[in-house]
């Protein structure tokens, strides 16, 4: 019968298909898409980490829209730290971009909820093995501080940008400090010795 026929060339097309995803490593931009598609139907985060684990809120002088040159407005917030900071992901999300340009130098993106683009820019390096399509948290360190692109000769800072489908906006009234671990007091000899006792 006809259909049969059609109907077998067809399942053999999408087993072929199916395979070559699977080879070629085609199946992992599928299932990161698919992520991708997820993160859009959620709302936006109102919150955000800040991307240093020491560096406060208020301690960021607010930049947004400040000119730039005579063309151009400042589209986010540069957080001072000394070069080599880890520079830590403001939010969860997967790694939408790692490469560099003129003004950002060395960056990397984030996607996360609703879709906005998180972006790092500045950095001295990327963090080891880090690559598009991981899934990150905002315990993954992305990069380390430093002057790249149009920070050469400025003091290290990280240029932290986001992105809505309108646009850029400011990243500061979003940002939340992180809660430093408190201190814990190094256990006296005294101590070990008890707890071994027990
Ligand atoms: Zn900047």
Known sequence: MRWVRRFSKLFAVLAVT??????TGASDTMVFYARIIKLYTQEPHTKIAMPFAEVK???IADTWQAPR???????????????GTPVLSATSGYIYKIGENNLGG???SVIS???RIYYYAHLDSYA???EVGDRVTTRTVLGYVGTT??????????HFG???????????PLLTDRVTPTVTKKQTPIHRSHRLVL
């Open 18 to 23: 199916l395979l070559l995803f699977v080879i």
């Open 57 to 59: 809120k208020k301690e």
């Open 69 to 83: 040159g005579t063309d151009r407005k400042h589209e986010g917030q540069d957080i001072f730290a000394p070069r």
């Open 106 to 108: 060395q960056t990397v």
């Open 113 to 115: 909820k609703g879709g």
């Open 128 to 130: 080891n093995g880090i």
């Open 149 to 158: 692109g149009n920070a050469q000769g400025t003091p290290p800072h990280l």
């Open 162 to 172: 986001i992105y809505s489908f309108s646009g850029a906006i400011n990243p500061l």
